[in-house]
């Protein structure tokens, strides 16, 4: 689901570590928020949102991974 991110304006971000230190490649999440992880680009947090259900971002993340 993608959102326009309003409605996570009082949530923390943080960047991945996988994320490069040079700008690019710059993923942020927010944790702590009940059944979904909002997901955007550090280098637009004005932009959308994509909301990935938390039973999906587990297995996400471990296929990531494995790549």
């Known amino acids: 689901m ?27 999440v927010a944790d702590g928020l009940s059944g979904v992880v909002p997901v955007r680009d550090s280098k637009r947090p004005d932009g959308g949102v994509v909301v990935v259900s938390a039973a999906a971002w587990g297995p996400f993340v471990a296929a990531l991974k494995d790549c």
């Open 2 to 28: 993608a959102s326009n991110g309003s409605e996570f304006g009082a949530v923390i971000w943080r960047k991945s570590s996988y994320s490069s230190g040079d700008g690019g490649n710059c993923v942020e």
